[in-house]
């Protein structure tokens, strides 16, 4: 049977929620079983609003319904026995309900490209890579030391280079609906905040417990606290890329994926460690993250020559 007109019931945001197409008109719309366009709300009548054909688009008329109906955009309340017409595309309300009225020769709107699900683009992703790298070669410059230090500075970004795209290409391919460039740039982008919210995290973490003087906090009471932060928050990131799941849902996995593999790490490393239980423990956090000692000098003789550096110079 031939279309002759298409009601679209929409949700609270203004989404479709159901779509009937109307073979016969006029066409009733209601909450009774015999309406053409069935209406699920209290505050709408069994048989509430008759929809007719007109050379304008739609002629709306009131059925006797004690609230009425109301054109969107239009300030007035159209109550019993009303009718106005109403072009195609108009929404109306009635109760706690809007419809909207089409023809099947309506024009729709063009065709949208997919955009990459959760993500801001290569820009964005280039940023926090670029971002990486530099962490990385600082944390490598801070902890290298002799004359092969720029040889350990490469290595070390080199290898990071590596993991990122390592740790990209396997979400990349565990995305099964969408394979092109443009997915692995955008988690080679997730891959790269990780690294770089990790790092900076860390720096911001262990300089803060060296200003308030807690040298003998355990690492895994703070460096690791903001890997494992940046991991769950980069993993809920790549899952939302793959799947259309629900956020909350998503974010209950990436937390549940991560507290199996810190307890797993945790119990490997206490094993691994349990050889050197009595023995002492030279604090780790001595220093703020971004600061490099200078090796083989103690504390005094350091700041010896550093002042009668400063005295020759004054003398020159």
């Known amino acids: 049977m031939e279309t002759l007109a298409i009601v679209e019931i929409l949700g609270r945001r203004g989404e479709v929620v159901a779509r009937e197409r109307i073979t016969k008109l006029p066409a009733i719309v209601g909450r009774g079983f015999d309406a053409d366009v069935p209406v699920e709300d209290p505050f709408v009548a069994a048989r ?3 929809l007719s054909a007109d050379e304008d688009g739609f002629a709306v008329e009131d059925l006797g319904s004690l609230n009425g109906f109301q054109v969107i955009g239009v300030p007035a309340n159209h109550v019993a026995g009303d009718r106005v017409v109403v072009a195609p595309g108009s929404c109306l309300r009635l109760g706690h309900t809007q419809l909207r009225v089409w023809r099947p020769d309506s024009p729709v709107t063009a065709e949208l490209p997919v955009p990459l699900r959760n993500a801001r683009g290569w820009p964005a992703s280039l940023a926090w890579f670029v971002a990486a790298i530099a962490l990385v070669w600082g944390q490598a410059w801070l902890d290298g030391s002799g004359p092969g230090r720029d040889g350990e500075i490469t290595f070390t970004v080199m290898i990071w280079i590596g993991v990122i795209a390592g740790w990209s290409g396997v979400w990349w391919l565990s995305d099964v609906q969408s394979r092109d460039g443009a997915s692995f740039i955008a988690h080679a982008g997730v891959a790269s905040m990780i690294v770089a919210l990790a790092l900076a995290g860390g720096h911001a973490l262990q300089t803060l417990a060296f200003s308030i003087g807690m040298f003998d906090v ?24 793959v799947s259309r799941r629900s956020r909350w849902v998503l974010g209950l996995s990436a937390g549940a994926c991560i507290a199996v593999l810190i ?3 945790r119990y490997v490393t206490d094993e691994a460690s349990s050889k050197d239980y009595g023995k002492m423990s030279v604090p780790w956090l001595m220093r703020p993250g971004w600061m490099r000692l200078v090796e083989g000098k103690t504390v005094d003789a350091f700041v010896e020559e550093v002042l009668q550096a400063a ?5 020159d």
């Open 263 to 265: 307890l797993s790490v």
């Open 218 to 241: 355990a690492r895994w009471e703070n460096g690791d606290i903001t890997d494992w932060a940046a991991l769950t928050f980069g993993v809920y990131r790549h899952l939302r890329l």
């Open 48 to 50: 509430h609003l008759r």
């Open 311 to 315: 005295d020759s110079g004054r003398k």
